[in-house]
């Protein structure tokens, strides 16, 4: 996936000024930044939710799935009938076995004919992002897919994402947890104010922190990485 | 869509309340509608004390008239509930067990019969009537008020018919009953006669002038006192009520009530249920993964209008079906009673889809929807020459832009011949299922921001 100049504007505010990057086929791109940033602007452009007022993406061959911040599901249907409802949205041949595949893949076999509503949110979020699956991406955009779940599930789901980048998924998530981005990102976006800070590996994060602020370069890594933004102006 | 459709039709399945409450509410009013129009108006009830002796009669001249029965026609018209003091009826209006008290005081007749001598009273009768309640106080005004023009006018016929037999006593002659005997009276037309007979016996001089002059009198009495009679008999009811009716046509009553219950129950069904479904797309983040290529918003927006179509069509054949156990209901006209329901409904459901889009969360849409559309249907009810003119203006505009006027019209033209045409309520329901649509399309916008 390739974007190139983004830019996006909501009314005199600009929530994207000409924001780049590229990612490759089983990468891990970690989008970060402080909120308001555009974490949510760059991959619902990217997920084609909404129409950039610059700039073009690329996303290749396949499909771009997408999974919103909070869960895009129906919580008063069953984890079944909500693969179900978009399995056959995407016009699928055989939508029952595309739900199994999936029931089999987020470990949810077992609760299929429990209401959403009553899962847990990590299980919610495992049955959101099987609904972004379904499409079979190339691509897949995770806009905050850890907010609101405990240790024990976000180890679960970073588990089950880093399988999916195994097997090939280009997968670009948001977080404004430094600690995750550095822990399951290879590589590192650093949006501010709607600008692309930084693009590369986490190592070379440390390394532009500790050129650009090496009072804080010893520090954690969060608080190093706010200092880095302070010292970019944000 | 029929997946959308399906998937919509679960959620309402699995939302007991919801589901309970949309087929509860119909049998409820039908039921309620139902015993209104199959039940005639309950009877006020009206303590009522009656001193008049049951002897008394009105007489005219010394003579007695024949009873008129006052207390039978009001007891026809009223609940009557017979209390034997004052106190009692007074006890009576001031628990709210009746409406109101009339009381006959015993000097009633005797104050009636006054009125033909040189000193006449003011027959009077008293009502007693617990104020607290303005409406009800209103009503029992009314209410008495009518029964009393209704006892005056019968007492006026009953006067008028005697004075018109005295009347033609005067003039033709005949027997008067006086004190169990009878005296004759000879009568202007008779003395006239006599009169004339002895005028040609008579000497010219003054005194023959004199007795031409009386025999003229009595000739131009007897004749013109003739038109008399019908006056006399006119003064008891002067004017007489000729109703035309001059365009449009009234539905029957039962027919409208049944039309206004249909109406109200696809309303609320189709407006509440498309406005919270459409809401709910958003509340539940589904908006933006479904119009991401799976569905258009028009597609959507169609979705929920056929929604709001299919579930107020089974509702109201249910309503109306649970109807025909107190009304008939003509079953031949079901081709139209649909077209009625499904013009009105896809017209509501376009317009809740237009409110669901502009509120976009469900509580909110379910406060908006029941706002809009009560006031809605209650200005849709109020009549021509009840309001002013410029305010019904303002109300007929209002009634116009929202879809439960025309599809009240639709309804009542559906089920009934001769409620006027139902083309012109269709075409009415389509033009706003159309401008509703476009409205929700521009509103939905709104939905695509994350």
Not at chain 2, 14 to 30: D, E, F, G, H, N
Not at chain 2, 66 to 86: D, L, T, W
Not at chain 2, 116 to 137: C, H, I, M, R
Not at chain 2, 424 to 435: D, E
Request: hydrophobic share 50%; charged share 20%.
């Amino acid at each position: 996936m390739q974007a190139r100049g983004l830019v996006k504007r909501f009314g005199d505010r600009e929530a994207l000024r000409g924001v780049s990057f590229e990612a490759q086929a089983g990468e891990l791109v970690a989008v970060i930044g402080p909120n308001g940033a555009g974490k949510t602007t760059l991959l619902s452009i990217l997920a084609g939710i909404q129409g950039a007022d610059g700039g073009e993406v690329e996303t290749g061959d396949g499909a771009v799935g997408w999974v919103p911040q909070q869960a895009a599901l129906y919580r008063r249907l069953t984890v079944e009938e909500n693969l179900m409802l978009f399995a056959r949205l995407e016009k699928h041949e055989d939508p029952g076995r595309s739900v199994a595949e999936m029931l089999e893949l987020t470990g949810l076999g077992d609760r299929r004919g429990e209401i959403v509503a009553r899962l847990s949110g990590g299980n919610q979020q495992r049955i959101n992002i099987a609904i972004g699956l379904l499409s079979r991406p190339g691509v897949l955009l995770l806009d905050e897919p850890s907010v609101g779940l405990d240790p024990r599930q976000r180890a679960r789901l970073w588990d089950f994402v880093a399988g999916l980048a195994g097997r090939g998924t280009t997968v670009i998530f948001s977080t404004h947890d430094i600690q995750e981005a550095e822990r399951y990102g290879n590589r590192m976006l650093v949006l501010a104010d709607g600008e692309a800070l930084f693009d590369g590996s986490a190592d070379e994060l440390r390394e532009a922190v500790r050129t650009e602020a090496p009072e804080a370069a010893d520090r954690d890594f969060e608080t190093a990485f706010v200092a880095y933004l302070h010292h970019r102006g944000h | 869509m029929r997946w959308l459709l399906l998937k919509d039709l679960q959620i309402l399945r699995r939302s007991p309340l919801q589901a309970v409450l949309l087929v509860a509410y119909p049998v409820l009013i039908a039921v309620l509608v139902g015993l209104a129009v199959s039940r005639g108006p309950e009877k006020p009830r009206v303590a009522l004390l009656n001193e008049v002796p049951t002897n008394a009669r009105v007489s005219l001249s010394g003579k007695k008239l024949p009873s008129a029965n006052v207390q039978r026609r009001i007891c026809a018209k009223v609940e009557c509930v017979h209390v034997g003091s004052r106190d009692e009826a007074m006890a009576k209006v001031e628990s709210g067990d009746v409406l109101a008290a009339l009381i006959l005081p015993e000097d009633l007749v005797n104050k009636i019969n006054s009125l033909s001598t040189l000193s006449p009273g003011t027959p009077k009768v008293e009502v007693l009537v617990n104020e607290s309640d303005p409406l009800k106080a209103s009503m029992v005004d009314d209410k008495i008020e009518a029964l009393l023009a209704q006892a005056n006018l019968t007492l006026a016929k009953r006067i008028a018919v005697e004075g018109g037999r005295y009347l033609n006593l005067v003039i033709r002659g005949g027997n008067l009953p006086v004190l169990g005997g009878g005296v004759h009276i000879l009568g202007l037309q008779a003395s006239a006669h006599i009169l004339e007979a002895i005028e040609p016996a008579l000497p010219n001089g003054p005194l023959k002038v004199a007795l031409s002059q009386v025999t003229e009198f009595a000739k131009q009495a007897g004749e013109n006192l003739d038109i008399a009679g019908p006056l006399i008999n006119r003064l008891a009811q002067p004017i007489t009520v000729e109703k035309v009716a001059v365009g449009g046509s009234s539905p029957p009553l039962e027919t409208f009530a049944i039309a206004v219950a249909a109406t109200l129950t696809l309303a609320f069904v189709a407006v509440l249920l498309v406005a919270g479904s459409l809401a709910l797309e958003r509340e539940e983040n589904a908006f933006p993964r479904l119009t991401r290529g799976l569905v258009s918003s028009e597609a959507l927006l169609g979705e929920k209008v056929l929604l709001g179509i299919v579930v107020g069509l089974v509702v109201t054949i249910l309503m109306l079906a649970g109807l025909t156990i107190f009304v008939p209901l003509e079953w031949s006209r079901v081709g139209l009673w649909l077209a009625a329901i499904v013009v009105g409904g896809a017209s509501l459901a376009a317009a809740g889809s237009a409110l669901g889009a502009a509120a976009r969360e469900v509580r909110a849409v379910s406060l908006l929807a029941f706002m809009v559309t009560l006031p809605v249907a209650f200005l849709s009810l109020v009549p021509a020459g009840t309001v002013g003119r410029g305010l019904y203006d303002v109300i007929k505009v209002i009634t116009a832009l929202f879809p439960f006027k025309p599809a009240l019209e639709a309804m009542t033209s559906a089920l009934e011949a001769g409620n006027g045409g139902i083309g012109a309520p269709l075409l009415h329901l389509a033009i706003l299922a159309v401008a509703y649509a476009l409205i929700a399309r521009l509103a939905l916008r709104r939905f695509t921001r994350v």
